[in-house]
């Protein structure tokens, strides 16, 4: 996928080396991949080759700044260029393998590599078969690489790929490894902070941000990474002050225009939303946060049809997705279609975690559509002990991120009718399996596989818990790839396929 290329401001500062010496061009280039700021590495070296077209040392930077900027295009036609002026080896073959990789082409990325065993090989090689959703495949090429020797790229990928497939034992393994062959580097910071945050330790995870950004200033990896901290602590001021920062220096990269979109979301600046999606409507994926956010900004901005449009190709997509589900029921009212609303919010409204937003709108739809069900859902509504189901269900969310299994699962079993909720019984089992439960969890997941059997949420949940438990294998890998199946888009799904095709059975 190619992504944006935008000239740090280190090209400035570094202006006086480029031009006319290319010497100091490649020198500066050289500089700026030790500092792993890659705009600088191929600005640098594009210099260089203004000069001597065939200079393979500048060849060979460019076409590593062109691959670590996602740009396979451009590295492949680089490496032509360097195989024409000489360039060989098993080196330009494997960055020929990252390129077709870049480009969409995994198949050919196993052909490049054929029988090299190197681990810079497997890493590309499981690369290629996650690209092909084919997880096992890719956890056993990097447990061969691993085996081959150390590489910090794939030591990097694969705690990547333990901390995606939620397995804390092994990223901890994975990123013992990573530091020692890159303290230092960003993406060590990066992951460490990750890691932390996911365990629950914001401090750690904030100071490992920080000292990144402060090391790495040409990169806005470290400030996306605070700006979302700073959010999802509430500190939305916060959070536009970093995003800020990233815009100073990659405002047409799409991560950091992504993070403008939603915190402008969250401060209900609209206008903003719209003026910054509006050119991008006919490629957005409507169920991407971007989409989402779109399609919010028109529905707000009185085009409720259109809005409609966006969030019902959303639900489509991602028919698990409680926000698409209320958005569309809220659009779908808007539009006069009172009946249709009241359907679609129900599953939502019903729960024993509905809130008075929720319930708010079902009746408003209930009432539009002078549905007899108007009554209930009042009284649901108005209901004393509606104030005390959100204060439980916002306590068990705000567990499980922080991933404090016993409170949430103390939060989840106090709330009335938990164990008629399939999505209160799948909370269950998650914090039941993370505290070592594994009776309980097994039954919690049983239950709401019950309740919803084509669900993917439950049958990812139901083979999770067998293989955590070490547990009827057979049984946990036709769940888990069933769920694989019914949202192939899922990275947490094909991961724990994954560990679960490679766990003893």
């Not at 698409?324 to 129900?346: E, F, H, K, N, P």
């Amino acid at each position: 996928m190619k992504r944006l290329l935008v000239l740090s401001p280190l090209v400035l500062l570094l202006a006086a080396c480029g031009g006319g010496d290319p010497a100091a061009s490649l020198a500066a280039a050289r500089e700026a991949q030790r500092v792993e700021d890659y705009p600088t590495m191929r600005a640098k070296a594009l210099e260089v080759l203004d000069h001597h077209a065939e200079d393979p040392a500048a060849l060979a930077l460019l076409a590593r700044a062109q691959l670590m900027l996602g740009d396979g295009d451009g590295a492949q036609a680089t490496l032509q260029r360097w195989r024409a002026a000489g360039g060989s080896g098993a080196e330009i073959t494997r960055m020929l393998a990252e390129a077709a990789l870049l480009r969409g082409l995994p198949r050919k990325t196993l052909d490049y590599l054929g029988k090299d065993g190197s681990p810079d090989a497997w890493r590309l090689r499981a690369a290629a078969h996650i690209a092909q959703d084919e997880a096992p495949a890719a956890l056993d090429a990097f447990r061969k690489g691993l085996a081959a020797g150390d590489d910090y790229q794939l030591a990097r990928d694969y705690a990547r790929f333990m901390m995606t497939a939620q397995d804390d034992a092994g990223t901890r393994e994975a990123l013992d490894r990573v530091r020692r062959l890159g303290p230092d580097r960003l993406d060590t910071l990066l992951l460490q902070g990750q890691f932390a945050q996911r365990q629950g330790r914001m401090v750690e995870a904030r100071a490992a941000y920080v000292a990144a950004a402060k090391r790495y200033t040409a990169r806005v990896e470290p400030l996306l990474a605070l700006a979302q901290g700073a959010d999802l602590a509430g500190n939305v001021d916060e959070a536009i002050g970093w995003i800020n920062r990233a815009e100073k220096i990659a405002p047409t990269d799409t991560r950091v225009v992504s993070l403008v979109v939603q915190l402008a979301s969250e401060k209900g600046d609209w206008e903003r939303v719209r003026k910054i999606m509006a050119p991008n409507e006919g490629t957005l994926d409507p169920r991407s946060p971007d989409g989402l956010s779109y399609a919010e900004a028109l529905l707000n901005l009185n085009h409720p049809e259109q809005a409609r449009a966006i969030f019902a190709q959303a639900l489509l997509l991602s028919p698990q997705n409680p926000y698409s589900r209320l958005m569309l029921a809220q659009a779908q009212l808007a539009t006069g279609d009172a009946a249709t609303a009241l359907r679609t919010i129900r599953p939502l409204s019903d729960s024993a975690m509905a809130g008075r937003r929720e319930l708010t709108l079902a009746l408003h739809a209930a009432q539009a559509a002078e549905d007899p069900s108007a009554a209930a859902i009042a009284a649901r509504l108005n209901a004393p002990q509606l104030e005390r189901s959100q204060q439980l269900s916002n306590a068990g969310q705000a567990a499980l991120i922080r991933r404090d299994w016993a409170a949430a699962l103390a939060a989840y079993r106090s709330l009335p009718g938990f164990d008629n909720d399939p999505e209160v019984l799948r909370r269950l089992a998650q914090a039941a399996t993370g505290l070592g439960r594994h009776d309980e969890a097994i039954g919690y997941a049983d239950r709401a596989l019950t309740f919803a059997p084509r669900n993917p949420d439950m049958l990812h949940m139901a083979g999770l818990t067998r293989l955590n438990a070490g547990r009827d294998h057979d049984q946990a890998v036709r769940f888990i790839e069933q769920a694989s199946e019914l949202d192939p888009a899922n990275p947490l799904f094909h991961a724990d396929l994954a560990r679960a095709m490679h766990a003893p059975g």
